[in-house]
């Protein structure tokens, strides 16, 4: 089993910069989904990809933007960085309505 | 109202104790059901999936009531080892997509 990754683990950007996040899927599965996760609460769906088309998606502005491979990694864009946009990003992979496997995370700070 | 609701806590509980957390969720087109566990500043990990007919693992038992929408977990003989956010994911279907809609999490502390 190979897991979920996820790069870089931490990473600081200035208000107003893109940002783009790097996931690459357990071996297997088809289906990749984002979340955003802030101090001290639940993970935010961002939104979800299912062989390389996006299949759904949460309550965030068009600047959260994303892309799946034919490998099933993933990556997760983020334009015109906000501060409230500091948080842990978790991605996790899934075979269709599965379990979700996560990655560590990506924690974003945003200055 | 929220899609998925849990109490926050915290759950503050001795060592041996049992402790019951239950969720609740608003779509009742939801499909499946599951608790995570989640540790300070690490990823969610799945401690166990929900089915109708209530299903246990160990220590832990889970139940789902699709007539009131809620889930429950239940820990028996809890573990110092047991301190964490406890996650209640719903699946839920919506216009042929789906997503999976995560509670705000129940933190539990076990004091020795």
């Known amino acids: 089993e190979t897991g979920v990754t996820q790069s870089p683990t931490h990473l600081i950007k200035t208000r107003g910069q893109q940002v783009t996040l790097r996931c690459s899927s357990q071996s297997g599965h088809n289906t990749v989904s984002w979340y955003q996760q802030a101090l001290g609460q639940g993970p935010q769906f961002i939104f979800q990809y299912y062989r390389e088309e996006e299949n759904g998606r949460g309550n965030f502005p068009p600047r959260f933007s994303g892309l799946q491979f034919p490998n099933y990694s993933s990556e997760l864009n983020v334009n015109a960085l906000e501060l409230d946009d500091s948080a842990l990003y978790l991605c996790?992979?899934?075979?269709?309505?599965?379990?979700?496997?996560f990655g560590s995370g990506t924690r974003l700070t945003v200055v | 109202r929220k899609e998925v609701e849990q109490d926050p806590g915290p759950f503050n509980v001795p060592e041996g104790a049992t402790v019951a957390f239950n969720c609740t969720y608003s779509?009742?087109?939801?499909?499946?059901f599951f608790w995570y566990r989640q540790d300070c500043r690490k990823e969610p990990k799945l401690l166990m999936s929900?089915?109708?007919s209530g299903n246990e693992d160990g220590r832990f038992t889970a139940q789902l009531n699709r007539a009131s929408q809620y889930i429950s977990l239940l820990i028996r003989d809890s573990k110092l080892s047991d301190s964490a956010t406890y996650l209640c994911?719903?699946?839920?279907?919506?216009?042929?997509?789906?997503?999976?809609?995560f509670g705000t999490g129940t933190r539990l502390k076990v004091l020795a």
């Open positions: 994911v719903v699946n839920s279907a919506t216009s042929g997509t789906y997503k999976y809609i």
């Open positions: 779509n009742s087109a939801s499909q499946s």
């Open positions: 996790a992979s899934s075979l269709a309505r599965g379990s979700l496997l």
């Open positions: 929900v089915y109708s």
